[in-house]
């Protein structure tokens, strides 16, 4: 049989920037059959570039040739285009964040689970192979128990209109440090600054505290002057840092410092960082490769329905507290 006839055809739903890229790599794959998009001159170039054809979102959900959709459109618009898709008979990608709210993603989820179809959202950091290294120096106990992580996505720009920086940034984050804490933070809290607009928060500091006293701090904002894109994981044994910003050799570093409490004063050993090989591979095409292998081989995506609803209810939990926090600060009226 044909290879290519065996592949799941993939449109894209929305392709701004963002939504380029997937086109980009689901062409790359073998795979592109439509793209969907207001705008005609983007369709235009897409079409030009990767050989698909532009066509209506009615378009691609009544054609039986197209098995999947990548849903690249704003977020207000997710829950709306998914459960289509859904009801379509498609397997469905869709970016993060998944929704804007935890109801709306449960709807998501139940929809996927009710037609039998693929739910997988793009958490697109579970594919580098950075982090994939750093979870297996986890996984194996060379740094010993997890105490502390700490994550920083830090830049200048991607201002949102319709969601804040805990909805843009902070997904990416909050996947990672459920897969190395391998559950549910037991205590969520979350403080938001808008600086651009008041209503709207540019950088959040969310404290996650797990069962057994670890912590996590995840600190997110585009506004900022440098790009910081940093995850650092303090083990009783040793630490590791995984910096997205660094070359290739030096993205993932073991620093083995030692720490002693025995006797008198606490003693500190310092130890230079050791790089951890991993082979340079783009995550993107790696996460558009694992949704097609989910299809195909119908299991459940690493960033499927139950991880995606984890992230989900960590981030709505923040949402919450943001809000307490906020309005506890706000000014009292006075009483009539």
Same mark, same amino acid.
């Given at each position: ?81 998914? @459960? ?68 920083? %996505? ?6 949102? %209109? ?30 938001? @600054? ?83 090989? !991993? ?15 989910? !299809? ?32 506890? %600060? ?7």
């Amino acid at each position: 049989m044909n290879e290519l006839a065996t592949k799941p055809r993939v449109a894209v739903i929305g392709c701004g920037a963002w939504g380029r890229n997937l086109a980009r790599c689901f062409a790359t794959l073998g795979v592109l059959d439509a793209v969907v998009d207001p705008n005609p001159q983007v369709l235009d170039s897409l079409v030009a570039l990767f050989g698909c054809r532009a066509a209506s979102l009615d378009e691609v959900l009544a054609d039986p040739a197209i098995e999947a959709v990548a849903v690249a459109t704003p977020p207000s618009l997710h829950r709306q285009v998914a @459960e289509a898709a859904f009801a379509a008979g498609k397997h469905v990608y869709v970016e993060k964040p998944l929704t804007l709210d935890y109801p709306d993603a449960l709807a998501v989820a139940e929809a996927g689970r009710a037609a039998g179809r693929v739910l997988m959202t793009g958490h697109i950091l579970q594919f580098h192979n950075g982090f994939r290294a750093l979870k297996i120096l986890v996984a194996e106990g060379r740094l010993g128990e997890v105490r502390r992580i700490h994550a920083t %996505r830090l830049n200048l720009g991607a201002v949102r %209109r319709e969601e804040d920086a805990l909805w843009c940034l902070a997904p990416h984050d909050v996947s990672m440090t459920l897969a190395l804490m391998s559950g549910a933070p037991e205590r969520v809290e979350a403080f938001g @600054e808008g600086h651009l607009r008041r209503e709207t928060a540019d950088a959040v500091t969310m404290r996650l505290g797990f069962p057994g006293g670890a912590q996590a701090v995840i600190h997110v904002s585009w506004l900022h002057p440098f790009k910081e894109h940093r995850l650092t994981v303090i083990g009783s044994k040793a630490m590791a840092v995984f910096d997205d910003c660094l070359p290739w050799d030096r993205k993932v570093q073991i620093y083995p410092h030692q720490v002693s409490l025995d006797g008198g004063a606490p003693t500190v050993v310092r130890a230079e960082p050791v790089p951890v090989e !991993i082979e340079q591979a783009e995550p993107l095409m790696a996460e558009c490769a694992h949704f097609l292998d989910c !299809i195909r081989e119908k299991r459940e995506p690493i960033t499927g329905t139950l991880e995606a609803l984890a992230v989900m209810d960590v981030l709505a939990r923040a949402a919450r507290a943001m809000s307490d926090e906020a309005e506890a %600060r706000a000014p009292k009226r006075a009483s009539a």
